[in-house]
């Protein structure tokens, strides 16, 4: 068993294909999706993480690569400024994984990467700009 | 046995004087009790980091060469206008004030990215900033065009002024609605998915003095990463709310307005904050000396979380529409714990005052003090109280017709 936290990356010309349908029926792969951005015309994203057997998921990759779906991995994609953060807590509520949390009775803020599945909803939380996600 | 403030600069002098932060205070006070402990300590210092919005600064930028007259015309600092109704080369400036084509809401929820309290950060951070001017012209400033860089350095006065800071406990933001609201509480979820609060609690300045009996116009405080002093009471002072046994008000009550010089103040301490939806903000770093004149004041800085309460407050219908009541009363202690109960329903909580920060600034004050560089002031004039009598008006809106003019 093996398991990957990805970010898809769509052109523009594979948007309206299931591709999702694909990896799961063709692949017999479980797809649990933790972000999605499709909009038109632009580049569709796809945080997803995707879990079945190692020989599947190799395969699954490779016929991602081939039809030209980017595959990045999620942990490039975020980043804490943590000299712009002030530790006021006001993402730690929002923050779906708890990537972002608090230590207490401190009440110190601190960013675990791993746990991060940049869902992005930190983003506009956050007054001072202490969450950045690069999208490439 | 009653200290004065004279006693206790004496002993900062002397580099003997006990201080405690707010938060050390509580455990002292439980070991020696109020009265061994009021005999012992001098002063507890209290902090607070947050965005307060009715904040600002005045600057003198010096004359040109030719003269300009800035009064009564247009400028802007990064693109930032600035009140000029003053003389030639004063000018204010306030941290809410927005960049001239900023789209603001219009593109919904409007990012803020940059206005007056990024102005001011930058100018402290030492970074250049583009002042553009445009004057009428007069026979004795006959110049009407100004474009130059400059920076704090090169300002003569350049002072922090902010009109109402350090709220004496503030509201907790939730949302009713169905949809996500925007708002100076920050980004509430619908139905209540989460609740935010904004004071720093046991460590909060006018929470561990709460009738204001220690502070008032003169009183010297740490502002900005500098030295400030308090004027007085700030806007919406508003003492009269109702109180717990404790004498802590039950909502936002007290306020200061604050003064200090830009130029030593530290970025750290004053910075720009974006609202997603509402606009932008400067987040201040106070923190007040609160000198242990007696076992009363004792007693009020030994404050817990526990201690102190706060409304929860709808900001989807009740809070715009002005509609009066609570949907419950949650403690301080609760708020911090991450999660509160309201109306049966456990919401997430999270805060926009930082109180890691809180307890920074409370430290650093409390270091200026020990190292005898910081010693207390004597108010001139003290805030008033609740036996004052005052209450915060809403405006009495009086419709305006075809006529003659106002009565009077």
Not at chain 2, 60 to 85: A, D, S, W
Not at chain 2, 170 to 191: A, C, E, F, K, W
Not at chain 2, 239 to 267: C, I, Y
């Amino acid at each position: 068993m093996a398991q990957l936290k990805v970010v898809l990356q769509f052109p523009p010309n594979l948007i309206e294909q299931p591709i999702t349908y694909q990896l799961i029926k063709k692949h017999d792969l479980m797809v649990n999706i933790l972000g999605a951005r499709i909009t038109p015309k632009e580049q569709g994203r796809l945080v997803v993480e995707i879990s079945g057997k190692k020989k599947n998921l190799d395969a699954a990759l490779r016929f991602l690569k081939e039809i030209g779906v980017g595959v990045e991995p999620l942990a490039r994609d975020v980043t804490w400024h943590e000299d712009r953060c002030i530790e006021c807590t006001a993402c730690t509520s929002i923050c779906p994984t708890g990537a972002l949390s608090v230590s207490r009775p401190e009440m110190r803020v601190t960013f675990n990467h791993g746990k991060c599945i940049a869902c992005e909803l930190c983003v506009p939380v956050c007054p001072y700009k202490a969450m950045e996600i690069v999208s490439k | 046995m009653a200290k004065t403030i004279e006693e206790i600069n004496e002993k900062i002098r002397r580099g003997k004087a006990v201080v405690f932060n707010a938060e050390e205070v509580i455990k002292v006070v439980k070991s020696k009790g109020l009265k061994k402990a009021a005999t012992e300590v001098d002063v507890v210092t209290t902090g607070t980091f947050a965005p307060m919005c009715s904040s600002g600064a005045y600057f003198n930028v010096g004359h040109t060469n030719p003269r300009i007259k800035l009064g009564g015309g247009f400028v802007t600092l990064n693109g930032v206008p600035v009140y000029t109704g003053y003389a030639a080369v004063d000018i204010l400036l306030g941290a809410t004030a927005m960049q001239v084509e900023d789209p603001l809401n219009r593109i919904y929820p409007g990012k803020f990215l940059y206005g007056g309290a990024h102005v001011i950060e930058d100018l402290v951070s030492g970074r250049d900033v583009k002042l553009v001017a445009r004057a009428y012209g007069t026979d004795c400033y006959p110049r009407k065009q100004l474009e130059t860089w400059i920076r704090l350095e090169d300002m003569n006065e350049a002072v922090l002024l902010n009109l109402r800071n350090a709220y004496q406990n503030y509201n907790v933001g939730v949302n009713l609605s169905d949809h996500v609201i925007h708002t100076y509480m920050g980004v509430l979820q619908p139905r209540m998915r989460n609740a935010t609060y904004c004071s720093a609690g046991q460590l909060s300045p006018l929470l561990n003095d709460p009738f204001y009996r220690t502070l008032g116009m003169g009183t010297r405080i740490f502002l900005g990463g500098g030295i400030g002093y308090v004027l007085g009471g700030g806007t919406q002072h508003n003492p009269s709310v109702p109180r717990t046994e404790r004498g802590l008000p039950r909502m936002g009550a007290g306020t200061l307005s604050v003064r200090g010089e830009l130029k030593q103040m530290n970025p750290r301490w004053l910075r720009g904050a974006s609202m997603t939806g509402y606009g932008v903000s400067l987040a201040v770093g106070i923190g007040v000396p609160i000198p242990v004149l007696d076992e009363e004041i004792m007693h009020y800085t030994a404050v817990t979380d526990a201690d102190i309460v706060a409304q929860v407050v709808d900001y989807s219908e009740a809070y715009p529409n002005c509609v009066p009541g609570s949907l419950g009363e949650v403690s301080y202690a609760e708020l911090k714990s991450g999660s509160i109960k309201i109306q049966g329903k456990n919401v997430p909580t999270a805060s926009l005052s930082s109180y890691a920060r809180a307890r920074e600034i409370a430290d650093i004050l409390k270091r200026w003090i020990v190292e005898g560089s910081f010693f207390l002031t004597q108010p001139v004039e003290p805030i008033p109280s609740v036996e004052a009598g005052l209450r915060c008006k809403a405006l009495n809106e009086r419709p305006v017709v075809n006529g003659p003019g106002p009565s009077r």
